[in-house]
């Protein structure tokens, strides 16, 4: 779990501005996820990464932005945050195969007032 | 698209007694994992279940996979306060695509 880590761990903002929440893995994983957790709904996937410059839409990708230029950064932007994307925002990275055994970083707390 | 749904969203046990979870999906899967999460953790990988009937033990908890692979069960025998948490189960059924979540089995043992 050492090898994956989010930055910020906690971020409170308010509505309308855009925020970068970081993800990085030091196992030189080929894919990376983002998910939000919300009560009632479970983990739910926001984009996921093949490999560098390569991004996929998950299940709610609305309102929000990656990139992956290097194999161990995965960014996540809230290009102009909403209330209703207060959540907990886990990054997870797999080694090969995106239906491999997930490793998970220990999230981001972020409060959008 | 595919679903994974898990029941209960909710068990309060008191310790000692057992404890199971279910996880059905709407497509056949290719292989289920499970996985836990404390409360104020994040999700930390069990097992992986890739063969139809498939059956795992991990000390007192037994893993099944269903014979049509659409469906699997986590089952804990005499749960102690230290098995606290959601349980989630993960289904996929594209290789190379992502995992698909169930919403999770909150468990809540009570000396």
């Known amino acids: 779990d050492a090898g994956i880590t989010q930055s910020p761990r906690y971020k409170i903002t308010e509505t309308g501005r855009q925020v970068t929440l970081m993800c990085h893995q030091t196992?030189?994983?080929?894919?990376m996820f983002w998910y939000r957790q919300d009560l009632g709904h479970g983990l739910r996937l926001i984009y996921y990464?093949?490999?560098?410059?390569?991004?996929d839409k998950g299940e709610v990708p609305d309102g929000y932005v990656v990139s992956r230029s290097k194999t161990e950064n995965f960014p996540l932007t809230l290009e102009s945050a909403t209330r209703s994307q207060t959540s907990v925002y886990f990054c997870?990275?797999?080694?090969?195969?995106?239906?491999?055994?997930?490793?998970f970083g220990p999230g981001t707390r972020l409060l959008v007032l | 698209g595919q679903q994974v749904m898990q029941i209960p969203q909710y068990q309060h046990v008191q310790e000692g007694e057992d404890f199971t979870t279910y996880c059905n999906s709407s497509?056949?899967?290719?292989?289920i994992q499970w996985y836990k999460q404390r409360p104020g953790g994040h999700p930390v990988f069990l097992i992986q279940?890739?063969?139809?009937?498939e059956v795992k033990k991990q000390k007192r908890l037994t893993f099944q996979f269903g014979e049509a692979k659409k469906n699997s069960s986590l089952h804990i025998t005499a749960t102690q306060t230290t098995d606290v948490g959601t349980y989630f189960c993960a289904g996929s059924s594209n290789s190379g695509y992502a995992l698909n979540f169930g919403k999770g089995t909150s468990l809540l043992v009570t000396p």
């Open positions: 990464s093949a490999a560098a410059d390569i991004t």
């Open positions: 497509t056949t899967l290719s292989n």
């Open positions: 279940l890739v063969k139809s009937g």
């Open positions: 997870a990275s797999v080694p090969w195969g995106g239906s491999e055994t997930q490793y």
């Open positions: 196992w030189s994983h080929s894919y």
